[in-house]
């Protein structure tokens, strides 16, 4: 059974950083592109970042790309999202999402619950 | 990047049809045949029930289906039920390694 457990999500300041990380079981990790999509409190899913199984490309939405770094590592079964230069609208519940195939982007067969940043002062 | 345009909610009563829109740019529902659906319980997590516009996720029902004309895809339910009740996002690749999502459409069975 696939299982994605995000960790990290903390009450943060604005400007401050902050690095979310997802463990990963019950599939190859190493054969699956993987993706961060989160979802604002009452509000709809945005993807946020991906990489493909091998971390030869990354994808950034244009609200995150400069601020936001996606990386893996094979060793630990582990995805990673580092968050810098925080604002206010990033609040969000984070979800650590399984593609389905080494380079798969706009599909997320498998979803963690979620880890909850807040940015605020 | 603008977000996929879907209706904000539909409705239908237990036994009846109802189809959600999800329109984009040649950019990225029109470019690709990569378009996927969640299907997301208040207080849980999305699940996937449609993916690569036609092909139904392992354990979704055949009343939940696929299509896509030109930049609008679409994802209807047949045979409405109580548990059908959620929101629903569309998504597709967009080039470049990324993905966008609609803005959801709350389906609300009567």
């Known amino acids: 059974e696939v299982q994605l457990v995000e960790s990290g999500g903390a009450l943060v300041q604005p400007g401050r950083s902050l690095r979310l990380s997802c463990a990963a079981s019950g599939f190859i990790f190493d054969d699956y592109a993987m993706h961060w999509v989160r979802q604002p409190p009452g509000k709809g899913l945005e993807w946020v970042s991906g990489?493909?199984?091998?971390?030869?490309?990354?994808g950034y939405a244009d609200s995150v790309r400069g601020r936001f770094t996606i990386s893996r590592d094979s060793a630990k079964n582990a995805l990673y999202l580092q968050m810098s230069s925080l604002r206010d609208e990033d609040t969000a519940l984070y979800y650590c999402?399984?593609?389905?195939?080494?380079?798969?982007?706009?599909?997320?067969?498998?979803w963690g619950q979620g880890t909850l940043v807040t940015v605020s002062s | 990047q603008s977000a996929l345009t879907q209706p904000r909610s539909v409705s239908g009563s237990p036994g009846q049809s109802v189809t959600i829109s999800c329109t984009g740019t040649s950019s990225d529902v029109g470019g690709y045949n990569y378009v996927s659906w969640y299907q997301q319980h208040p207080g849980k997590a999305p699940k996937l029930v449609i993916y690569d516009v036609t092909e139904r996720a392992s354990g979704v029902p055949d009343r939940f289906s696929g299509y896509k004309s030109g930049n609008t895809a679409s994802l209807t339910i047949s045979g409405l039920q109580a548990e059908d009740e959620a929101d629903y996002y569309c998504c597709s690749y967009a080039g470049g390694y990324n993905s966008l999502f609609g803005g959801g459409t709350k389906l609300t069975v009567l």
């Open positions: 990489i493909t199984s091998n971390s030869g490309a990354t």
């Open positions: 999402t399984k593609g389905n195939s080494h380079d798969s982007s706009g599909l997320f067969d498998s």
